[in-house]
């Protein structure tokens, strides 16, 4: 079992900049791959960026490619993507999730694990 909480979530101008966390509980981290997901107001959940369980491969939707990176520590249970250039079509609740795969994966279906969310808002 794996619990997953994000935070770092909030308002922010166009062309700001956050930097999202989530922090993991379980003492195997290190063993899942992890996953941003977005969902904003009226839309489907889609992929945002995914990390490999070594951090050796990471994966972005074309939409962030540039803007957001993603990045873990696995000796403190965390995975953040830092967002920059943010754009008001970034707005949406931002959810990580933990994946039972190794590798980089896409699909909301792959993950296991879901964080409650967090929301990101931009202001034009």
């Known amino acids: 079992q794996v619990q997953l909480v994000e935070s770092g979530g909030g308002l922010v101008q166009a062309g700001g900049s956050l930097r999202l966390s989530c922090a993991a509980s379980?003492?195997?981290?290190?063993?899942?791959?992890m996953g941003w997901f977005r969902q904003a107001p009226g839309k489907e959940r889609e992929f945002v960026a995914a990390?490999?369980?070594?951090?050796?491969?990471?994966g972005y939707a074309d939409s962030v490619k540039g803007r957001f990176t993603i990045s873990r520590n696995n000796v403190k249970s965390t995975v953040y993507l830092q967002v920059n250039s943010l754009k008001p079509e970034d707005t949406a609740v931002y959810y990580c999730?933990?994946?039972?795969?190794?590798?980089?994966?896409?699909?909301?279906?792959?993950?296991?694990?879901w964080g409650q969310g967090t929301q990101v808002t931009v202001s034009s």
């Open positions: 999730a933990a994946s039972l795969y190794t590798w980089v994966v896409r699909s909301t279906s792959s993950y296991t694990y």
């Open positions: 379980g003492r195997t981290f290190s063993s899942y791959s």
């Open positions: 990390i490999s369980t070594v951090a050796g491969s990471t």
